[in-house]
């Protein structure tokens, strides 16, 4: 399975962007999925999952700026970044929750005037 984060790219404060993971595999269509990021000099972190059943969970941070959701059909996840802050900038990545795939290249979001 591959996964392969895309959306990424440069923002102002303030502003939004949304990503997208597609799985090659459809064993990414089962149980829960999650978008991780990883700041320079920083462990890489969940931000936020989605249960097969719709429900969603968001670290503190981000929680009433991200939205995950899903097309299991597509075996795609989005991540809908809006408000974004420079503290947000890091290298996006989506895997299951826990991650259990080998780790794609993710993508970069950089937060920055």
């Known amino acids: 399975v591959q996964l392969q984060a895309s959306g990424g790219g440069l923002v102002q404060p303030g502003g939004s962007l949304r990503l997208s993971c597609a799985a090659s595999g459809s064993i990414f269509s089962l149980g829960s999925k999650g978008w991780y990021r990883q700041a320079p000099g920083k462990q890489r972190e969940l931000v936020a999952a989605?249960?097969?059943?719709?429900?969603?969970n968001y670290a503190d941070s981000v929680k009433g700026r991200f939205t995950i959701s899903r097309a299991n059909a597509k075996n795609t996840v989005y991540l809908q970044m809006n408000s974004l802050k420079t503290e947000d900038t890091a290298v996006y990545y989506c895997?299951?929750?826990?991650?259990?795939?080998?780790w794609g290249q993710g993508t970069l979001v950089t937060v920055s005037s």
């Open positions: 989605i249960t097969s059943g719709g429900s969603t």
């Open positions: 895997n299951t929750d826990p991650p259990l795939l080998k």
